[in-house]
């Protein structure tokens, strides 16, 4: 499948986002845990999201047109050892507020490495997901790459924290890629979480 898509900003500030009120689905995960291989897979495309082997690439909240009928939005990635403190500090402020002030928000997808099941900092996403009333879709990516054993206890550690049936993606091989578009239709046709 073949999805209209383009990019249209890169914004840190409320004034920078789009103001076309369509709804929106956000993308986050820790850096490195291929959320640019996701999103191209999910439009059938070729590096539209950049792609990179340094984490931390991803510096600004990147907004999508999709099918000129709602946003997909790339948050910068959490977990960047390699960026210094006061930019990844800068930049999860940016997040907060985006978060708080984006009312056309219908839910966020959270990437975690399947190989490594969700980590502490995928907790505090989770809990801070629930604590501002927004609704998150589990995903675990690079499935191809994970032993069945690594897998299973990925499985079970999200189960731990409340999450059950995490869609289990590969961008490599295209697994759970139609799974993941209905749990985004899903989100999208959703109404915004009460209180935002």
């Known amino acids: 499948m073949r999805v209209r898509v383009r990019f249209l900003c890169s914004a840190l500030k409320p004034e920078q986002y789009p103001e076309r ?3 929106e689905v956000a993308f986050a995960g820790r850096s490195n845990v291929g959320k640019s291989s996701l999103l191209n897979t999910l439009w059938g495309t070729r590096g539209l999201a950049r792609t990179s082997s340094t984490p931390g690439r991803t510096r600004t909240i990147n907004f999508y047109l999709v099918e000129d009928a709602y946003y997909f939005v790339d948050l910068p990635g959490y977990g960047y050892a390699s960026v210094p403190l006061k930019m990844r500090r800068e930049w999860a402020r940016g997040i907060e507020e985006y978060f708080r002030r984006r009312h ?3 839910g ?3 990437l975690m490495d399947s190989r490594l099941g969700p980590t ?10 629930q604590e ?10 690079k499935a191809d790459k994970a032993s ?3 897998l299973n206890q990925a499985l079970k550690e999200t189960e731990r924290i409340g999450l059950n049936h995490p869609v289990i993606f590969s961008a490599r091989t295209g697994q759970g890629k139609d799974r993941l578009w209905k749990a985004i239709l899903e989100l999208l046709k959703g109404e915004p979480p009460s209180g935002k």
Do not use: I, K, S
């Not at 502490?120 to 997901?129: K, P, V």
């Open 104 to 106: 056309n928000l219908r």
């Open 21 to 23: 009120p369509l709804p």
């Open 148 to 150: 069945q054993r690594e």
């Open 120 to 129: 502490e900092l995928d907790r505090q996403m989770f809990g801070w997901l």
């Open 108 to 110: 966020v997808v959270v």
């Open 132 to 141: 501002l009333g927004l609704r998150a879709v589990p995903v675990l990516t």
